[in-house]
């Protein structure tokens, strides 16, 4: 019989997810303030430029609100229109040439304490043909996928760090950068079998962090008890699951609780779909950080506090 949760906090998660569809929530007045940004050079008639904050909310509302470039453009202008707000909007192809240089910070509320960290990756298709064709014909060079990589904090949910790679990049070999964007303290980071490799347990340790990564079925001692030094955290692992089994290991080191960075890859999936709009790396990346900083928002102000009802 599948398990069923009851949500303790329905009134404050019922307001929180009508809140995610206010507009106010997504263009208050201080976005409006820095819509603009002078050009102060010497040269005669100074132009006027788009603040990175005001592209930003473009892009932001044209993922939230699944529209394409023009359609975000008329969608904003109606607004500002309505609200008798006198500010131009940029159109679609400033946007486009914009979004690449953008630097997009994720919200993250301040916590008290280190952090676990976990970790997980999933493909986000770019562009080329629909699924029908793939299934008759095979894929083509211009069928093309973006791997994101989370690292997502396992008791609030949020997206600490994000990381876009081409698809042939193996999970392991972007764990380093995963990390590296989350400055503050880290106590544990768990992920799945995939980095099961020295290098990744190094990285963790390097942060100060406990590894809880399951070793390959076939997996063999790295450094054998009558050595000098402190134990591999991998060797620990590898002998426990040895003597009481793999079942009891991830209940007891807490694995299952890397399932949420599989949930959170869930959500942004659900919530902005599994394709990218845009069509160059760099801009695939921002626009992928952008749905990342919008989910955490998202988040922040609306998530449900359950707990298992009991048969």
């Known amino acids: 019989m599948k398990a069923q949760y009851r949500i303790r906090n329905w009134s404050e998660y019922n307001a929180g997810l009508k809140q995610r569809g206010s507009l106010t929530f997504w263009i208050d007045e201080s976005v409006l ?7 102060l050079s010497s040269k005669p008639g100074a132009s006027i430029f788009y603040s990175d904050l005001a592209i930003t909310t473009m892009a932001t509302l044209k993922a939230v609100y699944h529209l394409a470039g023009r359609q975000c453009q008329g969608f904003v202008e109606s607004i500002f229109e309505l609200m008798a707000i006198d500010l131009p909007v940029p159109d679609h192809s400033t946007l486009s040439r914009r979004l690449a240089g953008v630097s997009i910070e994720l919200p993250v509320i301040p916590k008290e304490g280190a952090r676990h960290v976990v970790v997980d990756s999933s493909g986000v298709k770019g562009y080329g043909e629909g699924e029908w064709k793939t299934r008759q014909h095979g894929v083509s060079k211009r069928h093309t996928w973006r791997k994101l990589h989370l ?19 193996h999970d392991g070999e972007v764990l380093a950068d995963v990390l590296d964007g989350i400055e503050e303290p880290i106590e544990r980071v768990s992920t799945d079998g995939a980095y099961d490799h020295r290098h990744c347990y190094d990285e963790i340790d390097a942060k100060g962090a406990k590894a809880v990564i399951p070793p390959h079925k076939d997996a063999k001692v790295w450094q054998h008890g009558n050595r000098k030094g402190k134990p591999h955290q991998r060797d620990e692992n590898l002998r426990y699951i040895r003597k009481h089994g793999r079942k009891r290991w991830k209940r007891d080191a807490g694995y299952h609780r890397r399932s949420i960075a599989e949930t959170a890859m ?13 069509r160059k790396f760099n801009n695939q990346a921002v626009e992928l950080f952008i749905k990342c900083a919008a989910l955490n928002r998202m988040i922040q102000i609306a998530k449900p506090d359950s707990d298992k009802v009991k048969a």
């Open 151 to 169: 690292g997502v904090d396992e008791a609030t949910g949020e997206i600490l760090a994000a990381v876009v790679t081409l698809n042939h990049y």
């Open 266 to 278: 869930f959500r942004f999936k659900t919530i902005f779909g599994g394709h990218l709009s845009a």
């Open 33 to 39: 303030e820095a819509w603009l940004v002078e050009d």
